[in-house]
């Protein structure tokens, strides 16, 4: 293992990419390669890779991982960031587990983290029949996907909480007639404007009570700090895919 990481940074170009760039350059670590659309995975000389980017571009991305650590007596690190998988991209990503050093989170911070842990707890003590869960994410007017990868990891925390999956319960639009809300439950609720950042609220709403839990993001330096951290725990790892409750040992 070389002694200074060499990191890289997918979407380099991007609001994230910029970011990770400039909290490398304020930490005096090495940048050894910026990719963007169009550019060749030229991993030659770099340890990590930091990606926020989409979802088939890091796809690509961690391909190109395997390749290279394939020559290599340490895999590759490759921290994703970027959210809006498909459940049929997920599961590509898992075949390069034996290669890669993968950590995954659709939230790098530590508040969004230590929320995660908390809502499993809540939930589990809070019964479906009188707590109505439901997920409330903003972000700025530029984002892609819905609900943001961060709302669909504490609707997972909840359902966790609860003993289901949420697929079989998660509520993402309302529109019209639609009939009163069924028991059990977990509804999202997505705002877009402006320049928000990232703010996410779950509520647990019962007849007499709302328990909130709420976290907001002022600046994405936030995220562009603890996906570092990430990429520099990851190279004392074996390939496998991570999370950043893996990093932060919650
Ligand atoms: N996990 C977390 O903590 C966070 C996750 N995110 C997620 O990170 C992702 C990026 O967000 P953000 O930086 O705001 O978005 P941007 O659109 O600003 O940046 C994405 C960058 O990726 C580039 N890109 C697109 N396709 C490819 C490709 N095939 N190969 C290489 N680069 C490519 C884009 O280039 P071009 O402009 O040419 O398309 C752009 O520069 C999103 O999925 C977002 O949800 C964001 C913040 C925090
Ligand atoms: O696209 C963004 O900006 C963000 N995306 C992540 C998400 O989808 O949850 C994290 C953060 O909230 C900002």
């Not at 060749?40 to 989409?54: A, E, Q």
Request: aromatic content about 6%.
């Amino acid at each position: 293992m070389s002694a200074t990481t060499r990191f890289a940074i997918n979407g380099a170009k991007g609001r994230m990419g910029q970011a990770v760039g400039r909290v490398l350059d304020e930490t005096g670590q090495t940048v050894s390669a910026r990719f963007e659309q169009g550019d060749m995975f030229d991993l030659t000389r770099s340890d990590v890779v930091i990606d926020f980017s989409t979802p088939e571009a890091s796809l690509a991305l961690c391909e190109a991982c395997a390749s290279e650590g394939l020559s290599r007596p340490r895999p590759i690190v490759q921290v994703i960031g970027s959210t809006g998988f498909t459940p049929e991209q997920q599961d590509r990503l898992a075949l390069y587990a034996d290669e890669v050093v993968m950590i995954q989170s659709g939230n790098f911070s530590l508040g969004v983290n230590l929320m995660i842990g908390l809502l499993k707890q809540a939930s589990a003590r809070l019964n479906a029949k009188d707590w109505d869960i439901e997920v409330l994410e903003g972000h700025h007017k530029r984002k892609v996907d819905a609900p943001s990868g961060t709302a669909l990891m504490l609707g997972e925390a909840t359902a966790y909480g609860r003993g289901v999956n949420l697929k079989d319960v998660k509520v993402a639009a309302r529109d019209g007639i639609i009939g009163a809300r069924k028991d059990g439950d977990i509804g999202f609720s997505v705002i877009r404007g402006g320049g928000i950042v990232g703010e996410h609220s779950v509520l647990f709403a019962s007849e007499d009570e709302i328990i909130t839990f709420s976290h907001s993001a002022r600046d994405r330096t936030l995220f562009a700090r603890g996906a570092v951290q990430a990429a520099q725990w990851g190279r004392k790892q074996k390939p496998g895919i991570y999370d950043m409750q893996d990093v932060l040992g919650f």
